[in-house]
């Protein structure tokens, strides 16, 4: 069992920036491809960005592609999701993902419960 807790949301102004971070129990930590999804209002969730377990592979949601970086630290069982030039339009709550697989597009294994993050004036 892997327990996935996100942190470092909130309200940031648009073209700001902000790092959300997702620190996973256990010590089997870099058996598994980590991820970002989020949901908007009314919307339902998407994938954002993934990294492979050793971190050498990432991708992207076109809608983030060149504002969004994924990152993970092993030593430490975190991810991270640096977010910059931020738009309205990415305000959701941004949950953190583990898979057994390469990429958490093919399947997610473990949620995290979930940050909010607001972009607005």
């Known amino acids: 069992q892997v327990q996935l807790v996100e942190s470092g949301g909130g309200l940031v102004q648009p073209g700001g920036s902000l790092r959300l971070s997702c620190a996973a129990s256990g010590r089997t930590f870099n058996r598994y491809a980590m991820g970002w999804f989020r949901r908007a209002p009314g919307k339902e969730r998407e994938f954002v960005a993934t990294?492979?377990?050793?971190?050498?592979?990432?991708d992207y949601a076109d809608s983030v592609k060149g504002r969004f970086t994924i990152s993970r630290d092993n030593a430490k069982n975190t991810v991270y999701l640096q977010m910059n030039s931020l738009k309205a339009e990415d305000t959701a709550v941004y949950y953190c993902a583990a898979t057994v697989t390469r990429t958490v597009v093919v399947g997610v294994n473990y949620w995290g419960q979930g940050t909010q993050v607001t972009v607005s004036s």
């Open positions: 990294i492979t377990q050793s971190g050498g592979s990432t």
